[in-house]
RNA sequence: CGGGCUGUAGCGCAGCUUGGUAGCGCGUUUGACUGGGGGUCAAAAGGUCGCAGGUUCAAAUCCUGUCAGCCCGACCA
């Protein structure tokens, strides 16, 4: 079925399935011609060709883990780095995070919050303090034991640099920081007038992950947590939903990536939190991610930092803390929602650049009219306000071919290309591709008819970026009542060899559990499912439960998991 | 951390079974021709074969260790 060359032993070997080396995937592959016996030029016939030729490969269908790696890649959004599991994030990749950052952070300050900055070492003692938490995270610290190097002879025997003066208290590389900032705020708050305290930290943090995935899962990554200390519970518990919200919004409103709020179960609440709430996103392969989080910590904080107010009756109390937070995992779950098998597709409203311009310029004495004509057009649009900012242009001038430099910007998502060449000025006209529509199909319109449209053209795209992700979720969720349909959404089709990837199957399943732990952890076992969460909104519907048949109030999020 | 697999030019790979001068495609550079679509032709540059030991007259190839990456688990944001 599969092409004529046999495949060598290390290409069937290799993780990809072997019929994905043969397919003719890879790019290069693309363009052979081979010459019949009539000495007619032909596409290679030994290899089937797409029915759609693809600048991903392998596709989301074929190999949706390969896929995701491969559009970090096209996009230019990262890469591994000479550290184990730490990445590197390029341009356009941290342009994305600024665009998040910048957003939330407006976001983070109009409800009331203030950034500062706490240290990246945490002695050991504090996080010991709050036994869960300790628990949650010991498997997983980089720990800081010296102070200094010195010349000397390494373990394997070579000279060289050796750590030396060690540490009284080892020190952990932050892998969250409520203890440190447990701290500072035990001094700040003396008395109720000094509450609430709202506090955000933009940082990087560390967790020592045993498997890794660019902005996924990485050992080093950046994120935002909030902190914050009220008076009372009551209040706590709303900053905590408020803050959900936040980030639910700006999930929907400014990714364009649909989420599900809702509460976790024990078995998957934050180490010493009281409660866990996080917003949920199906990727495009089924499966959820966790998006962001928001906890109320209930006092566990307070006591283990001793976070002590005076109320107004002159009582001595502990606060009632929350943490909040969303990372670099935003732009994972970005690509997953929005890529497509020609690469990323970013919403505009956080596209690092709304319009690219490339200039076609055939013939050298038209050059200097088109370039012109494309430095007018971005000076027009660069004046009109959008989404925050005002419209983020490039004129791409690179000595590129046509057909390379479209492609780069296809792959990189750019919502819009405009294309003006000699005829369009004839003609006074550019072409304007849509990243959300077919890479050939181009439209041509006066500048001044872009200029006025732009803003519309771009919210176009945002909402029907948005209307698709949620399209796809619905598609994919399922009420469930009966457990053997429950079992077989789970499962996949094909039988699977033990260490090929797993075909797109399942979705959310929306049944009934009666919130016991055991099954829980049965499930998680038995089908690698779990529940995401149990959403906020959502009347009670009482019934039996999918796992264990005993009554049950509410129907819950199950799905596999990131 | 367990099981499986892979490290050879910037990227993708062949060569390894049977040890004997380092190969291919794309990309890069230069020149010409092209020019609204992942061009054409010609020439050129580019490699401590992941790293460290070992076996051998000789190692990309065989052995041991180690590091890194990937897939499947476990764990986790």
């Known amino acids: 079925m599969w092409p004529v060359d046999p495949p060598s032993r290390k290409a069937v070997a290799r993780c990809a399935s072997a019929w994905i080396e043969c397919w003719s995937g890879r790019r290069d592959d693309r363009r052979a011609t081979f010459v019949d016996p009539n000495g007619a030029r032909m596409s290679n016939p030994t290899k089937p060709q797409p029915a759609v030729q693809t600048a991903i490969t392998p596709t989301r269908e074929q190999h949706y883990a390969e896929w995701y790696q491969q559009v970090v890649r096209a996009a230019d959004l990262a890469e591994n780095s000479p550290v184990r599991g730490c990445m590197v994030i390029k341009p356009w990749g941290y342009q994305l995070w600024e665009n998040m950052q910048r957003v939330l952070d407006r976001m983070f300050k109009d409800t009331g919050h203030k950034n500062a900055y706490f240290p990246l070492f945490i002695p050991l ?102 902190h914050t200390a009220h008076a009372t519970e009551a209040e706590a518990r709303e900053e905590t939903m408020k803050m959900l919200d936040v980030y639910a919004d700006f999930a929907e409103n400014w990714m364009a990536m649909p989420v599900i709020k809702g509460r976790k179960t024990d078995g998957e609440r934050f180490p010493g939190a009281v409660d866990t709430f996080s917003i949920e996103a199906m990727m495009q392969d089924r499966k959820a991610l966790q998006a962001g989080t928001s906890h109320f910590l209930g006092q566990n904080f307070a006591k283990a930092s001793e976070i002590k107010f005076l109320d107004q009756n002159g009582t001595l109390q502990h606060a009632w803390t929350t943490s909040w937070g969303v990372s670099t995992r935003l732009v994972g779950g970005l690509i997953m929602t929005h890529a497509d098998d020609d690469g990323l597709m970013v919403p505009p409203r956080l596209a690092p650049t709304h319009v690219v311009i490339l200039p076609i310029t055939p013939k050298p004495e038209t050059a200097a009219a088109v370039n012109e004509a ?157 529940v995401r969460c149990i959403p906020i909104e959502g009347p009670d519907d009482p019934g039996p439960c999918i796992l264990s048949g005993k009554p049950a109030t509410r129907r819950v999020v199950f799905a596999k998991a990131y």
Request: proline residues 4%.
């Open 374 to 530: 494309c430095e007018k057009l971005a000076k027009r649009l660069r004046e009109i306000a959008y989404a925050g900012r005002t419209v983020e242009v490039e004129v791409d001038r690179r000595d590129l071919r046509g057909g390379d430099k479209m492609w780069q910007w296809v792959k990189k998502g750019a919502p819009l290309r405009v294309e003006i060449g000699p005829r369009d000025l004839e003609q006074n006209a550019v072409s304007v591709c849509r990243r959300d529509r077919g890479t050939k199909e181009r439209t041509a319109m006066s500048a001044d008819a872009l200029v006025a449209g732009v803003v519309a053209l771009l919210e176009e795209i945002q909402q029907g970026m948005l209307a698709k992700a949620k399209a796809h979720r619905e598609a994919n969720t399922r009420v469930i009542d009966e457990p053997a349909e429950f079992r077989a959404f789970f499962t996949p089709n094909k039988q699977e060899s033990e260490n090929s990837p797993t075909e797109i199957h399942g979705g959310f399943a929306m049944s009934r559990f009666a919130m016991d732990a055991k099954d829980e952890a049965k499930l998680k076992d038995d089908l690698g499912v779990t």
């Open 125 to 226: 003692s504090f996080l010991e303090k709050e036994a869960e938490h300790v628990e949650g995270f010991a498997k997983e610290c980089a720990v800081v034991t010296h102070h200094r190097l010195q010349a000397g002879t390494k373990p394997d025997g070579r000279p060289g640099l050796v750590p030396s003066g060690e540490l009284d208290e080892p020190l952990v590389v932050r892998p969250t920081s409520e203890t440190i900032i447990g701290a500072s705020f035990a001094k700040w708050v003396q008395s109720y007038r000094d509450l609430p305290l709202l506090i955000n930290q933009w940082a990087n943090v560390v967790r020592w992950e045993m498997r890794t995935r660019l902005f996924l899962r990485t050992a080093e990554f950046l994120w935002q947590e909030g």
